[in-house]
């Protein structure tokens, strides 16, 4: 059973950066899309930034675009979000997901999420 573990979050003034980290168990995380993902306190959880198993593209929610970098480390089965210039709106918890297949097109692993607070 692969399991995701986020790590990285905290508390930050506006302007900061902080960088995220998913560590998965298994051997067929490379394989697997991997996405970001947060929910802010009364709100709907978010789509952030997504990238595919050999990093060759990767997507981003507008909010964070030029701002946010995602990436991966297969050697490592870590996936990183890299968060700079960061707003308080950017206050929530940051949860990473995959796309495993078993569930066609859809993000059917989840870890636990860490928390991002951005002070103003």
């Known amino acids: 059973q692969v399991q995701l573990v986020e790590s990285g979050g905290g508390l930050v003034q506006a302007g900061g950066s902080l960088r995220l980290s998913c560590a998965a168990s298994?051997?067929?995380?490379?394989?697997?899309?991997m996405g970001w993902f947060r929910q802010a306190p009364g709100k709907e959880r978010e789509f952030v930034a997504r990238?595919?198993?050999?990093?060759?593209?990767?997507f981003y929610a507008d909010s964070v675009k030029g701002r946010f970098t995602i990436s991966r480390d297969n050697a490592k089965n870590t996936v990183y979000l890299q968060m700079n210039s960061l707003k308080p709106e950017d206050t929530a918890v940051y949860y990473c997901?995959?796309?495993?297949?078993?569930?066609?097109?859809?993000?059917?692993?989840w870890g636990q999420g860490t928390q991002v607070t951005v002070s103003s």
């Open positions: 997901a995959g796309i495993t297949g078993a569930v066609p097109g859809s993000y059917d692993l």
């Open positions: 298994g051997r067929t995380f490379s394989t697997y899309r």
């Open positions: 990238i595919n198993w050999s990093s060759s593209w990767t």
